[in-house]
T-cell receptor, first 111, second 112 residues
Framework: RKEVEQDPGPFNVPEGATVAFNCTYS??????FFWYRQDCRKEPKLLMS???SGNEDGRFTAQLNRASQYISLLIRDSKLSDSATYLC????????????FGQGTELSVKP | DAEITQSPRHKITETGRQVTLACHQT?????MFWYRQDLGHGLRLIHY???????NKGEVSDGYSVSRSNTEDLPLTLESAASSQTSVYFC???????????FGEGSRLTVL
């Protein structure tokens, strides 16, 4: 079983749609959680950190369920510019803080 | 502005050759990482370092080595390149703790 698993997609949605990505992780000792965005094989960039209480940044909402070892990302009112691959990332301080990446979920937003 | 740079950005080499990919960051981050990215596998950790003279193996370290002689650089060496090492390689750095991971632009390596 992979340490971090995501549905690879692709998710094809129309502009304005709401789309949700899910991610599960296997290491119960994991302590830090992130969503990264990657465009067309360019370098990944941080989209948002994920906190236990859940957090929101504009159209993006991230949730963490430690009991189920599950992370989610919700994108509301999708824009064409949201088309990218979204990477779920999990870190463990007990392993020196190294970050483990899921394989990514591809999103394509169509006009 | 502080940054992280990789070189070369593109390289074609032959099986059996030694290849070194350079990574240089100017943020003075202690933590540096090398990942490879392949279709169907996402980003996989090759090696990482938490400071000068510190190196650690990641999940796919066979055939790769790194050295950390200063804070700014973490070169990745393929001792004897194999076709299975054809990939896009990303270097990254971050401050300690929960700091954001910053990536270089990637190095695309083709082994023929």
């Amino acid at each position: 079983r992979k340490e971090v698993e995501q549905d690879p997609g692709p998710f094809n949605v129309p502009e304005g749609a709401t789309v949700a990505f899910n991610c599960t992780y296997s290491n119960s000792a994991s302590q830090s959680f992130f969503w990264y965005r990657q465009d067309c094989r360019k370098e990944p960039k941080l989209l948002m950190s994920v906190y236990s209480s859940g957090n929101e940044d504009g159209r993006f909402t991230a949730q963490l369920n430690r009991a189920s070892q599950y992370i989610s990302l919700l994108i509301r009112d999708s824009k064409l510019s949201d088309s990218a691959t979204y990477l779920c990332v999990v870190g463990d301080y007990n392993q020196g803080g190294k970050l483990i990446f899921g394989q990514g979920t591809e999103l394509s937003v169509k006009p | 502005d502080a940054e992280i740079t990789q070189s070369p950005r593109h390289k074609i080499t032959e099986t059996g050759r030694q290849v070194t990919l350079a990574c240089h960051q100017t943020w003075n981050h202690n933590n540096m990482f090398w990942y490879r990215q392949d279709l169907g596998h996402g980003l996989r950790l090759i090696h990482y370092s938490y400071g000068v003279q510190d190196t650690n193996k990641g999940e796919v370290s066979d055939g790769y080595s790194v050295s950390r002689s200063n804070t700014e650089d973490l070169p990745l060496t393929l001792e004897s390149a194999a076709s299975s090492q054809t990939s896009v390689y990303f270097c990254a750095s971050k401050p300690g703790g929960t700091g954001e991971l910053f990536f270089g632009e990637g190095s695309r390596l083709t082994v023929l």
